[in-house]
């Protein structure tokens, strides 16, 4: 005579453990090939003479003028992708010259929203004054 189905948590119990190791593991590969690619990114200012051979200064009005860009592409409903990365290599040059990681400055930033509130007035999110 046959067994009706039992349903087993133990197995479902090591199947959700399996997929939480799977999503970290994947998690890491990914913060690797990125922390790879700010690498090659600051190996190409720096075979440029981008980190010496400029400043700051000029490095944020670059900046700018990438964001005058995004803002061009955004108005335009035009991909952003190239417009953000364009933004990501100039910040990493500034980051680069003043010895900072990207990983750290939105470390900060996060901390210092992270408890904000505030409300949307016109698609635009106002901090509550504390």
Not at 4 to 32: F, G, I, V, W
Not at 97 to 123: E, F, P
Request: aromatic content about 4%.
């Amino acid at each position: 005579m046959n067994k009706p189905y039992e349903h087993n948590h133990d197995h479902d119990a090591r199947m959700k453990m399996l997929d939480e190791s799977k999503s970290r593991c994947a998690a890491r590969q990914q913060t690797h090939a990125f922390y790879l690619l700010v690498q090659k990114v600051v190996k190409w200012h720096h075979d440029r003479n981008l980190i010496d051979g400029s400043c700051d200064k000029d490095q944020v009005l670059k900046l700018l003028q990438e964001l005058g860009e995004l803002s061009d592409s955004v108005c335009k409903n035009e991909d952003i992708k190239d417009d953000i990365g364009d933004m990501l290599v100039v910040m990493i040059n500034i980051c680069e010259r003043n010895n900072l990681s990207l990983r750290d400055c939105l470390q900060v930033a996060y901390d210092d929203i992270k408890h904000r509130k505030g409300k949307m007035v016109d698609g635009i999110f106002v901090k509550k004054d504390d």
